[in-house]
């Protein structure tokens, strides 16, 4: 491991500047051990919460692939 440039990271991973970030790390998004509904329940609670602007708050996972309908159900960008 070795610390990285922020804002470089950021555009490598195709994530806005000011963004708030929330990862998020599975092998298996259909396994209901590993808390996804949990995970889209806190999503669309976090705005009301946020101080920042609409739009700013964005999921980032590492595993494999979610699949569309899981995409679809987050209430926020999703980059994987």
Known sequence: YAPRDPAAARAA????????VV????TSLAN?????????????????ALPA??????LLSFGRPPPPEVLAACPHPWHH
């Open 23 to 26: 990862g998020f790390a599975s």
């Open 32 to 48: 209901p051990r590993k808390g996804l509904a949990d995970l889209l329940a806190a999503l669309r609670a976090l705005p009301a």
């Open 53 to 58: 602007a609409p739009g700013s708050l964005h």
């Open 13 to 20: 991973l195709g994530l806005p500047p000011a963004a708030f």
